[in-house]
């Protein structure tokens, strides 16, 4: 079976930036895949490789096995869920969804049927008949949806979908869409700078960094295993260790990153210890954030929120696993 | 602007504003009076009579309904010009960046700025250069310039405020490029076109100077009325005629302005 979506050394510059530089990546069919990065990272441009909306200066891009070089974004079997929803505002919402269906020349009475399907998927059953206008936020991300869905694409490309949503929703919105993408099988192609979205929802997850792939995997992979210090700093929050500091703790001389959850403040059998100054702690809820000063770096901790702490500026030591120390690839 | 209570103009501002609209159209209205008056070798105020005479002698001379053909005609065709170019340069000009599109845009805009005069000398030596001999399609030519700005002004206003990602979404859904431009860039700026269509067809209609220029032995309704009034009989005529002219420009330019009110929108703009 051919991957759903294939880059070989892929390249797109735009004057002299190199908005996407020399990008290999392959998407299997089936795949929940996010691409996940700053702004600027490369990633949304990508994804307009991928839809058909800029072609590539270099490289080769193949969906399903065939190559998509040149191929303009409506002869390609891959549809769009746009950060701005892009719904037309000239249409009723059931003739939005029904679109791709009129443009492809199918009957009247077989696309509003498919579009009022497609509705009831995203449960807007009934809502045909509104305008635009006339919906909320989160109401306009299901119409775009359906209007993707109906053409029923091979690959489904969502980017930044959520991003203009309320917390609440976002979360709602999240398990829907994993959901979906489990029911219907289509691939799923997210673009977000949200790491929690994209760790949440992916099977695999690419993190991109001015115009590369700096590392990809699945995310509990790519959550413990960071390869760099920008993508253990990036994805969740992570205390980076300098070659001196983490030779210190452990004789091995290289850049390592530290899960702030990894601390306790109780010492056990075979594992490693931080002290230094207790610089302030924060009460976050279901953990107590603490900032320790360590020689000159501070170390953030998640500790139980009701550890007994000593008063700020007082010595504090804290303890985790040396398998917990990260090592990264960058140089020492 | 609607005033309240707290808000009421000082009596000063109403009277110089009632003086200033009673100075503008006052002179519409004596024209009107004008072309019911029974003295036909002088304005004589008061006309000493009324009549209706003149409405019948106007609609019998051939030359009134040739210079009325004549003006509708490169109204008509100078505004479909006008449309097609002018939604051609506000599509280029909002969407793309690119170097010198600042110069463009300025160039696109320069006709309506520039002095009539200024359009029709550099028409009129363009034209005799290239030893075009001037007719009909010269006027055309010469109105077509600010017809363009006028079209384009509305469209550019309206490509402006729809979102770019609204035609990608068209090509995603797998509409080309016909397609999109039928079903989504149409729709959207349709009344924009209508309006800036309606004040081109205005603005040629009544146009004196470049066709002075541009103008070979042919009289548009203007250049027919312009010379009425050097060389006088049957006065009267000419005031029907302008009367008539007051009437069919107001239509467009009203249905201009509601076509484009609820929209921070440029519908005249100069000229």
Known sequence: MPAAVTFRSVSRHFGAVKAVDSVDLEIAEGEFFAMLGPSGSGKTTCLRLIAGFEQPDGGEISILGTSANGVPPWKRHVNTVFQDYALFPHMAILDNVAYGLMVRGVDKATRHKAAEEALDLVKLGGYGARRTGQLSGGQRQRVALARALVNKPSVLLLDEPLGALDLKLREAMQEELKGLQKRLGITFVLVTHDQGEALSMADRVAVFNEGRIVQSGAPEDIYNRPKTRFVADFVGSSNILSPSLSGSLSGDRRWKSLRPEAFTLEPGNGRLSLTGTLEASSFMGAVRRVSLKVADTSIHAHLPAGAALPADGEALTLHFAPEALNPLEDAA | ?271
């Open chain 2, 1 to 271: 602007m609607r005033s309240d209570k707290h808000n009421r103009a000082p009596f000063p501002l109403t009277l110089a504003a009632t003086g200033g609209l009673l100075f503008l159209h006052l002179p519409l209205l004596l024209i009107f009076a004008y072309a019911f008056t029974t003295e036909d070798k002088s304005f004589q105020w008061p006309p000493p009579g009324f009549t209706t005479r003149w409405l019948a002698v106007t609609w019998a001379r051939p030359d009134v309904w040739q210079a009325l053909t004549l003006s509708l005609q490169v109204a008509a065709i100078a505004t479909a010009f006008a449309l097609v170019l002018g939604t051609l340069c506000a599509a280029a000009l909002s969407r793309a960046r690119f170097f010198g599109q600042e110069a463009i845009t300025l160039l696109v805009i320069l006709p309506i700025a520039l002095p009539g005069i200024v359009t029709g000398i550099a028409l009129r030596s363009a034209f005799g250069m290239m030893g075009i001999p001037f007719s009909f399609w010269t006027i055309v030519l010469g109105h077509a310039t600010f017809c363009i700005v006028v079209v384009y002004n509305n469209a550019v206003a309206r490509f402006r405020r729809m979102s770019p990602s609204l035609v990608e979404a068209s090509y995603d859904l797998g509409a080309n490029g016909f397609q999109t431009f039928r079903h989504v860039i149409l729709p959207n700026i349709g009344t924009a076109l209508l309006a800036g269509g309606m004040l081109a067809f205005a603005l040629s209609f009544d146009e004196v100077i470049v066709t002075t220029f541009t103008a070979g032995q042919q009289q548009t309704l203007p250049i027919w009325m312009l010379e009425e009034l050097i060389r006088p009989h049957e006065r009267p005529v000419t005031n029907v005629v302008a009367m008539a002219v007051v009437l069919v420009t107001l239509i467009p330019i009203l249905g201009a302005y509601y076509l484009t009110r609820d929209g921070a929108e440029t519908a005249g703009s100069g000229k």
